[in-house]
T-cell receptor, first 112, second 115 residues
Framework: TQLLEQSPQFLSIQEGENLTVYCNSS?????LQWYRQEPGEGPVLLVT?????EVKKLKRLTFQFGDARKDSSLHITAAQPGDTGLYLCAGAGGTSYGKLTFGQGTILTVHP | DTEVTQTPKHLVMGMTNKKSLKCEQHMGHRAMYWYKQKAKKPPELMFVYSYEKLSINESVPSRFSPECPNSSLLNLHLHALQPEDSALYLC??????????????FGEGSRLTVL
């Protein structure tokens, strides 16, 4: 069974601070996805990283896929209250064919 | 149109009731999924349909019965549920099952409460 260890589980910060969320595994994934889920909504895809070492930027969010395709990170610069939500990493491929392996999630709260 | 639509948004049922959750997508996706999500936890996969055939059943109790009438619709029939089945039930779709990128498009979910 593939596992994705996501940390931290909870993050409470002030507006303007920076933060990083990590997703680690001993397994290789074909791709790694990051989703954000707001209360009362379903998860929404933020980005997919496919190539080892890949870095993608989405405004204040920077996503990185590890060289060995076993880990990923999400960095948010100058967090805003609108960034509040549950962040989920999810791995595709590997031994769990046909389904995503989700990390445990990071609940981010950004205080004004 | 990039939406996955789920109905109802909220459902309260007794342990002896029979109800159904419905999901619809018009993106031409050929894989559809049911997930169960407890508060502040990641979604847990229940079922996957690929080209309208059941592809994965994650050992879900038989009181949950999925159905895929056509490529756009996915139902989850509920019968004799337990209070611990109370959760947010998410439907999702993807172009195909098992693609390298495997991006999922989720609905807003059906919030189920079992009394």
């Amino acid at each position: 069974t593939q596992l994705l260890e996501q940390s931290p589980q909870f993050l409470s910060i002030q507006e303007g601070e920076n933060l990083t969320v990590y997703c680690n595994s001993s397994s290789v994934f074909s791709s790694l996805q990051w989703y954000r889920q707001e209360p009362g909504e379903g998860p929404v895809l933020l980005v997919t990283v496919v190539t080892g070492g890949e870095v993608k930027k989405l405004k204040r969010l920077t996503f990185q896929f590890g060289d060995a395709r076993k880990d990923s990170s999400l960095h948010i610069t100058a967090a805003q209250p609108g960034d509040t939500g549950l962040y989920l990493c999810a791995g595709a491929g590997g031994t769990s064919y046909g389904k995503l392996t989700f990390g445990q999630g990071t609940i981010l709260t950004v205080h004004p | 149109d990039t939406e996955v639509t789920q109905t109802p948004k909220h459902l309260v049922m007794g342990m002896t009731n029979k109800k159904s959750l419905k999901c619809e997508q018009h993106m031409g996706h050929r894989a559809m999924y049911w997930y169960k999500q407890k508060a502040k936890k990641p979604p847990e996969l229940m079922f996957v349909y690929s080209y309208e055939k059941l592809s994965i059943n994650e050992s879900v109790p038989s009181r949950f019965s999925p159905e895929c009438p056509n490529s756009s619709l996915l139902n989850l029939h509920l019968h004799a549920l337990q209070p611990e089945d109370s959760a947010l039930y998410l439907c999702a779709s993807s172009q195909v099952q098992g693609a390298v990128t495997g991006e999922l498009f989720f609905g807003e979910g059906s919030r189920l409460t079992v009394l």
